[in-house]
């Protein structure tokens, strides 16, 4: 890896496996930023500091949280779709849409024109 030639004094640099965290974004439904962030400060915390500083609770428990957190997303998954969406009930919040920027929508392609969307050439 390039910038473990760079910085020889960082040990931690080697340790970084790209393929194992582009499968883990692989793996994860479409989702917001905030929910891609919290999953890496969560992974960050528990894979790093907790790891460091206390890995006999990390050897043990690590396991039981990462199926704790997993359960616990699939479960409320199943009750809020049973309690609002089966209901007719829509909550309308910033965190129900995927991005706050009208022109999200917009098309990119060059000449096509919609109305309130800038034209690319």
């Known amino acids: 890896m390039v910038l473990s030639k760079i910085f020889p004094e ?3 640099i080697p340790l970084i496996n790209i393929p194992v965290i ?3 974004f692989a793996g994860m439904p479409p989702a917001t930023p905030t929910n891609i962030a919290s999953w ?7 894979n790093y500091f907790v790891f ?3 890995k006999g609770w990390w050897q043990k428990y690590n396991y039981v949280l990462s199926a704790a957190l ?3 997303t699939a479960f409320m998954g199943v009750l809020l ?5 089966n209901e007719n009930i829509n ?3 910033w965190g129900t849409k995927l991005d706050h920027c009208p022109l999200a929508t917009c098309p990119t392609a060059p000449g096509i024109m ?3 969307c800038p034209v690319f050439k």
């Open 10 to 12: 960082k040990k931690w």
């Open 22 to 24: 582009s499968y883990g």
């Open 40 to 46: 890496l400060i969560t992974g960050a915390i528990f």
């Open 52 to 54: 460091k500083y206390h």
């Open 70 to 72: 997993d359960a616990g």
């Open 81 to 85: 779709f049973f309690a609002l969406q």
């Open 91 to 93: 909550l309308k919040w």
């Open 114 to 116: 919609v109305d309130g």
